[in-house]
C-alpha cells in the first residue's frame, strides 16, 4: 500500500539555526499535503499545509517545499526557537481520498540551548 | 486550543471495564475522526463519521464501539479490551469541502489497559 515516510527519527539543532524536516511520500495521486507540530501530552497541531499545484507555501517562520518529481516534501523552520521542540508528522491526501489522511512516523526536533 | 476537547485526559482500566471516550466540537465540523497513536507507529485511522454517519471503519476490533449522536459530539465506546490497545487515543474534526482533509485534533486521551 501506499505509504508517508519520514528520513530521520530525531533531528537536533542549536538555538536560532534553520531546521529542515524532511518527508518522502510514495502516492503519486495525492495532491494535498499538511505539516503537523505535536508538542509533549497534547494532540497534533497544524502547521501548513500545500496543494500539489504549488512548490512552495510560506508561513510565519515556517516554509514547505513540494518536489513532485521526486515525491519529497520539507517543512523549513527559520530560526528554530526552543518552543519549536517537538514531533513533526508530515501527513496526504490522495486525490479521491475524501476526507482521509495517511501520516508519517514523525520526526522528533530537539532545540538545543 | 483547536476547538476539538476530549475527556477524560488519562483513562486507566482492567480488562473487563466499559468505560467512554467523549469528544465535542463547536467549530461547525461536519466530519469527526477517532484515530490511535502508540509509539513510534504513525497515526492509525480508526472510524470516520460524515454528518453523524459512519462512513470508515478501518477494520477496528468490535470492542471499540464509535457513537456519533450530532455533528459536535463523538463517543468511543470500550469493552474488554486487551493491554495491547493502550495508546493515545485523538479525536479530529474537519471542516466540509475543499477543507475536508484538514483535521483538527483534540488533546487526546491517554489510555492504560491493565
Redesign the interface.
Given at each position: 500500500g501506499e505509504s508517508?515516510g519520514l528520513h530521520l527519527p530525531t533531528l537536533s539543532v542549536q538555538e536560532g539555526d534553520n531546521s529542515i524536516i524532511n518527508c518522502a511520500y510514495s502516492n503519486s495521486a495525492s495532491d494535498?499535503f499538511?505539516w503537523?507540530k505535536q508538542e509533549s501530552?497534547?494532540?497534533?497541531?497544524?502547521i501548513i499545509?500545500i496543494r500539489s499545484n504549488m512548490d512552495k507555501r510560506q508561513g510565519q517562520r515556517v516554509t514547505v517545499l513540494l518536489n513532485k518529481t521526486v515525491k519529497h516534501l520539507s517543512l523549513q523552520i527559520a530560526a528554530t526557537q526552543p518552543g519549536d521542540s517537538a514531533v513533526y508528522?508530515c501527513a496526504e491526501?490522495p486525490t479521491g481520498?475524501?476526507?482521509?489522511?495517511?501520516?508519517?512516523?514523525?520526526t522528533q526536533l530537539k532545540v538545543e540551548l | 486550543e483547536t476547538g476539538v476537547t476530549q475527556t477524560p485526559r488519562h483513562l486507566v482500566m482492567g480488562m473487563t471495564n466499559k468505560k467512554s471516550l467523549k469528544c465535542e466540537q463547536h467549530l461547525g465540523h461536519n466530519a469527526m475522526y477517532w484515530y490511535k497513536q502508540s509509539a513510534k507507529k504513525p497515526l492509525e485511522l480508526m472510524f470516520v463519521y460524515n454528518f453523524k454517519e459512519q462512513t470508515e471503519n478501518n477494520s477496528v476490533p468490535s470492542r471499540f464501539s464509535p457513537e456519533c449522536p450530532n455533528s459536535s459530539h463523538l463517543f468511543l465506546h470500550l469493552h474488554t479490551l486487551q493491554p495491547e490497545d493502550s495508546a493515545l487515543y485523538l479525536c479530529a474534526s474537519s471542516p466540509p469541502g475543499q477543507g475536508g482533509a484538514k483535521l483538527f485534533f483534540g488533546s487526546g486521551t491517554q489510555l492504560s489497559v491493565l
Open positions: 508517508v494535498y499538511i503537523y501530552g497534547k494532540g497534533p497541531q497544524f499545509d508528522f491526501n481520498g475524501g476526507n482521509k489522511l495517511t501520516f508519517g512516523t514523525g | -
